[in-house]
């Protein structure tokens, strides 16, 4: 069983930066794609980013150049930096793990962009 626990979300002002760290049970990166979706009040979940076993990436246009998505095999910990937030990037973000589907979530942690 994978557990997937996130931390680093807080409110930010537009503009600012934050990093989420999302720290996973056992060696999952070789077996499983690791990504981050987000879900705003009244909107669907979104893949925000998205890193392979090979390391390619993937982002959503909406986060293109702002965010990267990264991972550090040794900690089993994938990591989202996001830079130029904006208030519209506010939502509950979620680690996820999956090789045929996103089989895997975390609990979520609260992202806040709000002068």
């Known amino acids: 069983q994978v557990q997937l626990v996130e931390s680093g979300g807080g409110l930010v002002q537009p503009g600012g930066s934050l990093r989420l760290s999302c720290a996973a049970s056992?060696?999952?990166?070789?077996?499983?794609?690791m990504g981050w979706h987000r879900q705003a009040p009244g909107k669907q979940r979104e893949l925000v980013a998205a890193?392979?076993?090979?390391?390619?990436?993937n982002y959503g246009d909406s986060v293109k150049g702002r965010f990267t998505i990264s991972r550090d095999s040794a900690k089993n910990t994938v990591y989202l930096q996001m830079n130029s937030l904006k208030p519209e990037d506010t939502a509950v973000y979620y680690c996820s793990a999956g090789s045929t589907g996103w089989e895997y979530w975390g609990q979520g942690t609260q992202v806040t962009v709000s002068s």
């Open positions: 890193i392979i076993r090979g390391g390619i990436t």
């Open positions: 056992g060696s999952i990166f070789r077996r499983y794609v």
